[in-house]
T-cell receptor, first 116, second 113 residues
Framework: GAVVSQHPSWVICKSGTSVKIECRSLDFQATTMFWYRQFPKQSLMLMATSNEGSKATYEQGVEKDKFLINHASLTLSTLTVTSAHPEDSSFYIC????????????FGPGTRLTVT | GESVGLHLPTLSVQEGDNSIINCAYSNSASDYFIWYKQESGKGPQFIIDIRSNMDKRQGQRVTVLLNKTVKHLSLQIAATQPGDSAVYFCAENSGGSNYKLTFGKGTLLTVNP
């Protein structure tokens, strides 16, 4: 149980284009979803927290107009990187929790984004 | 600012030995801690968690110890296997309506056969 999937697992896009990453909770209803980014050999950095049906709460320094987050249902959240640049290349990971998991977060497998 | 850090960035052990991975935290309001394992190119995988009202919690081949006096957390892995090779992160949360986790820097565990 508590499986989180992400799609795509990797994506290459050209500078200036936008790319959407999906995060799905497969066997539970995710009341809260989180988006992280991780650079090579570094820790996870929280980008934003989203609750179903509400606007996402972004961490300090994260541009909300560049990283658009939508949490339209209890099983799906999307992260859209708009006008991507090479410096946006990173590993993006989502996580989710439900009412029964307490503060434990279940993580997706991550999406490797490369902007050329 | 508040942070969660690790004493050792890398740890190399022989197969069959016990491993101990350490973590220091500075936020005295933290009352929930969790260990994750991350293999290369994958998302973090839950290992074990502990609340601040406990000093020790055991799982399958893993034990987490919490010392609130010195704000220290450790993960012990018994009879380490090659499949345990990964980066291990500790994370903490301070409760309330805030469900955010703050992650430490990570420790790379390498198990030599």
């Amino acid at each position: 149980g508590a499986v989180v999937s992400q799609h795509p697992s990797w994506v290459i896009c050209k500078s200036g284009t936008s790319v959407k990453i999906e995060c799905r909770s497969l066997d539970f209803q995710a009341t809260t979803m989180f988006w992280y980014r991780q650079f090579p050999k570094q820790s996870l950095m929280l980008m934003a927290t989203s609750n179903e049906g509400s606007k996402a709460t972004y961490e300090q320094g994260v541009e909300k107009d560049k990283f658009l987050i939508n949490h339209a249902s209890l099983t799906l959240s999307t992260l859209t990187v708009t006008s991507a640049h090479p410096e946006d290349s990173s590993f993006y990971i989502c996580s989710a929790r439900d009412l029964t998991s307490g503060r434990k977060q279940y993580f997706g497998p991550g999406t490797r984004l490369t902007v050329t | 600012g508040e942070s969660v850090g690790l004493h050792l960035p890398t740890l190399s052990v022989q197969e069959g030995d016990n491993s101990i991975i350490n973590c220091a935290y500075s936020n005295s309001a933290s009352d929930y801690f969790i260990w994750y394992k991350q293999e290369s190119g994958k998302g973090p995988q839950f290992i074990i968690d502990i609340r601040s009202n406990m000093d020790k919690r055991q799982g399958q081949r893993v034990t987490v110890l919490l010392n609130k006096t010195v704000k220290h957390l450790s993960l012990q892995i018994a009879a380490t296997q090659p499949g345990d090779s990964a980066v291990y992160f500790c994370a903490e949360n301070s409760g309330g309506s805030n469900y955010k986790l703050t992650f430490g820097k990570g420790t790379l565990l390498t198990v030599n056969p």
